[in-house]
């Protein structure tokens, strides 16, 4: 789209944004539509999440994907807050000297007690697991990931 500036001809750009949930927000959403939720499971020290957030999660068809048909939240897994989801209390478990993590990053991305980062985890209406896939995923690998779930 272009916008007349005076006598310019000048580009109007529109950036799509990304609508992010918080986890007790979910369960009140399903009643007003139900959608499937993506969990983007990351800490602030992977680089591979620091790069899927600034390529994949910024790419403006799956921005339209992800806002259209799911419900999408951002969660860092070492967040030291107690969080309420599904009708269960999660909270950080610390493991060390200014490390640790959440309960629920445990439960949604752990595979044989191991959670790698960054890792999407998909569940369905009801909240059950049905898809978890860890390590940076590229623009074109998640259009047809998040094609293929719906």
Known sequence: ???FVGRLLCPIFSFAQLQSFQFEQIDSLQKIE???VVIFIHTDWCKY??????????????????????YFISFNAEEKRSILFNR????????????????LAEQLAAVDNKITYPTL????????????????????????LLESVL
């Open 34 to 36: 139900k959608k499937s």
């Open 1 to 3: 789209m272009l916008l």
């Open 88 to 103: 269960k209390k999660f909270t950080y478990k610390p493991t060390g000297n200014n490390a640790g993590t959440h309960q």
């Open 49 to 70: 999440c620091v790069a899927m957030k600034n390529t994949t999660l910024k790419d403006k068809k799956i921005i339209e994907q992800l806002n259209d048909s799911f």
């Open 121 to 144: 985890c998909f569940l369905n209406t009801d909240f059950e697991i049905i898809f978890q896939i860890s390590n940076y995923i590229s623009t074109g690998n998640l259009k047809r």
